[in-house]
């Protein structure tokens, strides 16, 4: 497995990072970049040629494998056209967020523009510098579609990475990008196709509701739509490996298949003693030791 950014606890320099290979450009709620060393062993034992995930987020798996032939989709259109302008014009991006400001101010008039008077490139531009100057980088949006997390206070954040986005680029070449809904991934399911499903989870409790990516909310009939997916990607003769909280609506969701538990820490949480390890589960429809080399094709 490639680094995570660190050696010997201390931060890598640009010249190392390059040769450790890309890293989720974005900060994003639940993403797996930390998960990884949990997820190695139950990975398909495989070489991985096509890949498909329908919740991209920050990407962290798909960046940890660097397959030939990805198609990474998403229902928010903002991350999207932000992933698409960076495969295709990492230099102007790189030179237009170079121009933001870590100042509060700023930040507010930023975030009250409206994305559909902004053109691809200073939409892409705007969403990396909310994701970065914004508070733990949520990506937040209210019923009328407007952002609305607030400023981050942080004392220097580190907007552009111009190394690790020229890297995560280059690593974009080859990949499809999709705006839309889950279900899209069907239109890709092929045959030995490895798809990670990584939606947002079902809540544990009452109050541990996140799921305001888009301006919809993604509910229990949700979770049994892409249930539904999960067992339709099976039947087509995909690797299927998903995602969720630990919880007995999903178990029951997903009875019959092999189900593992992971521990994750929980980073969205007013009060820093709530950050510990929780339980997520991991459900595959095929075993860690599996050796399919004929559906790499």
Not at 5 to 22: K, Y
Not at 45 to 51: G, S
Not at 232 to 259: H, P
């Amino acid at each position: 497995m490639k680094g995570n950014g660190l050696r010997n606890g201390q931060a890598l320099t640009e010249d190392e990072r390059a040769t450790i290979g890309p890293r989720p450009p974005l900060k994003w709620v639940g993403g797996k970049w930390g998960l990884l060393p949990q997820f190695e062993p139950l990975l398909p034992r495989c070489a991985l040629r096509r890949y498909a995930e329908p919740f991209v987020g920050g990407g962290a798996v798909f960046f940890r494998l660097l397959p030939e032939n990805g198609v990474l989709i998403d229902k928010n259109e903002e991350l999207i056209n932000f992933y698409c302008a960076l495969r295709d014009s990492a230099g102007a991006l790189i030179g237009h967020a170079r121009r933001h400001r870590n100042d509060r101010n700023y930040y507010l008039s930023v975030r009250a523009m409206n994305p559909a008077d902004l053109d691809p490139l200073e939409r892409a531009s705007r969403f990396l510098y909310l994701n970065k100057a914004g508070y733990n980088g949520l990506w937040r949006v209210n019923s009328q579609g407007k952002h609305n997390v607030p400023f981050g206070r942080y004392e220097n954040p580190r907007i552009v990475d111009e190394a690790n986005l020229r890297l995560v680029s280059e690593a974009l070449k080859t990949a499809t990008l999709v705006a839309g809904d889950f279900q899209r991934v069907l239109d890709y399911a092929t045959p030995g196709v490895f798809v990670y499903l990584d939606p947002p989870y079902h809540p544990v409790s009452q109050t541990a509701n996140f799921t305001s990516y888009t301006a919809g909310s993604f509910n229990e009939a949700d979770q049994r739509r892409l249930a539904e997916v999960f067992r339709k990607l099976d039947e087509r003769g995909c690797l299927v490996m998903v995602s969720n909280s630990d919880t007995e609506f999903i178990r029951r969701e997903y009875a019959g298949y092999g189900i593992q538990v992971v521990k994750a820490r929980r980073a969205i949480n007013c009060r820093g003693d709530r950050r510990g390890p929780v339980r997520e589960l991991v459900i595959r429809n095929y075993a860690s030791s599996i050796r399919q080399e004929g559906i790499t094709g």
